[in-house]
Structure formats: C-alpha cells, structure tokens
Nanobody
Framework: QVQLVESGGGLVQAGDSLRLSCAAS????????MAWFRQAPGKERSFVCA????????NYADSVKGRFTISRDNEKNTVYLQMNSLKPEDTAVYYC??????????????WGQGTQVTVSS
C-alpha cells in the first residue's frame, strides 16, 4: 500500500499563493489516480480536484476552478496543488488521497494526514 504525506500548508493573506505537495512512499504514485480534498472547521470533507495517472486529465470543484491547479510528477512520486488568489473561505485542512483502480476519480483508498491552510482577510 501507499503512504501519503502532505506538506506546504501555512498562514497566508488573501490573494496570496501556496503550493502543497503530497509525497508518496511504499508504492509508485503513478499507480494511483490522485485527488485533493479539504475540510473546513465544522464542515464535511469536500472534493477539491483530481488528476489521472498520466496527468493529462484533471477536474476541479467549481469553487476553485481557475485558481487552483493540480499536477503530478510520477518520477518524483509527488502530487502538487498550486493555489493562487487564495480567499479566507479556502481555509481548511487539505488532504491528499489516492485511488488504486479505475481511470477517473471515484473514492479514496488511501489518505494523507492533512496539512493546514489558513487564509487571513
């Protein structure tokens, strides 16, 4: 099985950018469809974006479309989330997730531990 570790979170101001990383170990990340989710205080975990194994197909939640970009480097065993034009409502714990089978995102088989992103106004 794969282990996923997120990094790159922090405290930023509205309008700033952050790049999150999700490093995989145990198996090659190229075996997985990958996604990012987030969970704001008092809310359920929600889908942010996903990317297929080769990296040529992505999809995004409407709330982040045009501001966030998911990408992957299978040689580095890492998935990234570039977040631009951050808003206070983007404040959440961000989780990396992996799906072993299928070509499009359906559900997570593995989760990372999460990284906190806080956006001040």
């Amino acid at each position: 099985q794969v282990q996923l570790v997120e990094s790159g979170g922090g405290l930023v101001q509205a309008g700033d950018s952050l790049r999150l990383s999700c490093a995989a170990s145990g198996r090659t990340i190229g075996d997985y469809v990958m996604a990012w989710f987030r969970q704001a205080p008092g809310k359920e975990r929600s889908f942010v974006c996903a990317i297929n194994r080769s990296g040529d197909n992505t999809n995004y939640a409407d709330s982040v479309k045009g501001r966030f970009t998911i990408s992957r480097d299978n040689e580095k065993n890492t998935v990234y989330l570039q977040m631009n034009s951050l808003k206070p409502e983007d404040t959440a714990v961000y989780y990396c997730a992996g799906q072993r089978y299928g070509s499009t995102w359906r559900r997570a088989d593995y989760w990372g531990q999460g990284t906190q992103v806080t956006v001040s106004s």
